[in-house]
């Protein structure tokens, strides 16, 4: 069955400094979204994206975040200068349109 | 924010016994909800879902149960299985105003003993 896949499984950053993680969503999907949890805390909405721009942000997106599909196949989550608070698990999922979404299994960032 | 609730952190049954997962929500714009599972280290996944316009949805041993009156709906596990073991998020949207965001409950941790 065909799956989400997100790169690197965990990332250890140091505060300040720039990460970007990687997703390659379904390949016939057309929307993908980025979500994170927080230990502890609810699965949380970040952006979604679609026809090469976001559709959607929520509070959490601010400046410090970007999205980018740099190709046919991947799609990437930039945090520009991470904070402690960035550290959560990030999770990338995609969607035929007005269908479930599909998650991949995460990527645990811990910034230092 | 609370517009998705599930009030009961954990569950536990006895294999071969009914799951019933319960979630709420407060927002009337919601439409359309999701039940994922989730294992440690691994994503949710997708298990079922039901759109307002019906008041239950079954496939397998899931049927998931929807209340719009007290925006309340539940997931049925029968039986239950050790592997059903897992952490289950609700999750609900509007299907009007073009928002695909999920807003998510807390989840329930199920632990079905053998």
């Known amino acids: 069955e065909p799956e989400v896949t997100q790169t690197p499984s965990h990332q250890v950053t140091q505060m300040g400094q720039e990460v970007i993680l990687r997703c390659v969503p379904i390949s016939n999907h057309l929307y993908f979204y980025w979500y994170r949890q927080i230990l502890g805390q609810k699965v949380e909405f970040l952006v979604s994206?679609?026809?090469?721009?976001?559709?959607?942000k929520s509070e959490i997106f601010d400046d410090q975040f970007s999205v980018e599909r740099p190709d046919g196949s991947n799609f990437t989550l930039k945090i520009r200068s991470t904070k402690l608070e960035d550290s959560a698990m990030y999770f990338c999922a995609s969607s035929e349109g007005y269908q479930p979404q599909h998650f991949g299994d995460g990527t645990r960032l811990s910034i230092l | 924010d609370q517009q998705v609730k599930q009030n009961s952190p954990s569950l536990s049954v006895q294999e071969g016994r009914i799951s019933i997962l319960n979630c709420d929500y407060t927002?009337?714009?919601?439409?359309?909800f999701l039940w994922y599972k989730k294992y440690p280290a691994e994503g949710p996944t997708f298990l079922i879902s039901?759109?307002?316009?019906?008041d239950k949805n079954e496939d397998g041993r899931f049927t998931v149960f929807l209340n719009k009156s007290a925006k309340h709906l539940s997931l049925h596990i029968v039986p239950s299985q050790p592997g059903d073991s897992a952490v289950y998020f609700c999750a609900a949207r509007p299907t009007q105003g073009g928002s695909e965001k999920l807003v998510f409950g807390k989840g329930t941790k199920l632990t079905v003993n053998p």
């Open positions: 039901i759109s307002s316009i019906k």
């Open positions: 994206f679609y026809n090469n721009e976001i559709s959607e």
């Open positions: 927002n009337s714009m919601f439409d359309y």
